[in-house]
């Protein structure tokens, strides 16, 4: 058994955020995967679904982002889970839109999200690194993230969550190499081949009437009385 978190803060004001977009890719695997309806529990919103013989539990905490670690705390507890079987979907200003990665553990970079998370169940959790890019600036980070994404990005978002739910099966098998390879697909398609050039066809040999020149004209046919005039010459 396998606890998926996405991240993000609840409420339409948040709904469209950067900041949200772990909350999106959860909702897209449960919608294409047929996935148990969305209830309340553990402070949070749960839905539930096998893929295979792995069942996984899907967490959408509700408690806003710096507080999420109280809610995958008591879910996980709840199903005597440890960390590792954690995996937590996050958006990362430190990936260029469009990059997806995963990870194993590690810090959390300042993300309040994971932050709160490590407070509550350690270090040792999945990831899945969402990019939505950097402002530039470190000051600005925090109105960055919670702006929606702006409409020149709908079409790589849709691809990314479409690439999430098309690997989600890999990604409960462990295999998060054929994971990330099913988002790339969807991000960049592979291009069709390029039908070879045909062959200019072989050049006809010239008609003898084409040869001729185009403003030669045949001679006009001669009278008996003239050929017999030539006869004698």
């Known amino acids: 058994m396998q606890l998926w978190v996405g991240l993000g803060n609840p409420g339409e004001k948040y709904a469209g955020n950067r900041h949200n977009i772990g909350f999106m890719a959860l909702e897209r695997i449960a919608s294409d995967h047929g996935f148990a309806p969305w209830r ?28 999420s670690g109280q809610s995958v705390g008591e879910a996980m507890r709840f199903f005597k889970l440890d960390a590792p079987d954690v995996t937590v979907f996050h958006d990362e200003i430190d990936l260029a839109p469009g990059k997806l990665r995963c990870k194993a553990g590690g810090g959390h970079a300042g993300h309040n999200g994971l932050r709160s998370i490590h407070e509550h169940i350690g270090p ?31 079409e790589w ?3 990314m969550l479409r690439g999430v739910s098309d690997g989600a ?21 592979a ?15 010239a008609d003898k009437a084409a040869e001729q020149d185009a403003g030669a004209q045949e001679a006009p046919a001669k009278s008996p009385l003239q050929r017999l005039v030539d006869k004698f010459r």
């Open 157 to 159: 978002l849709d691809d």
């Open 191 to 205: 291009k069709p081949e390029k039908k070879p050039k045909a062959a200019p066809e072989a050049q006809k040999p």
């Open 124 to 154: 040792h959790y999945d990831r899945v690194r969402m990019g939505v890019g950097h402002p530039g600036r470190k000051e600005a980070v925090p109105g960055w993230v919670l702006r929606d994404f702006p409409k020149h990005d709908a």
């Open 169 to 189: 099966g890999e990604l409960a098998a462990g295999d998060t190499g054929r994971f990330m390879n099913a988002v790339a697909r969807r991000l960049q398609p």
């Open 40 to 67: 309340a529990k553990f402070q949070a919103e749960l839905s539930e679904g096998r893929f295979g013989s792995e069942k996984i539990v899907l967490l959408k905490p509700m408690t806003f982002m710096n507080l």
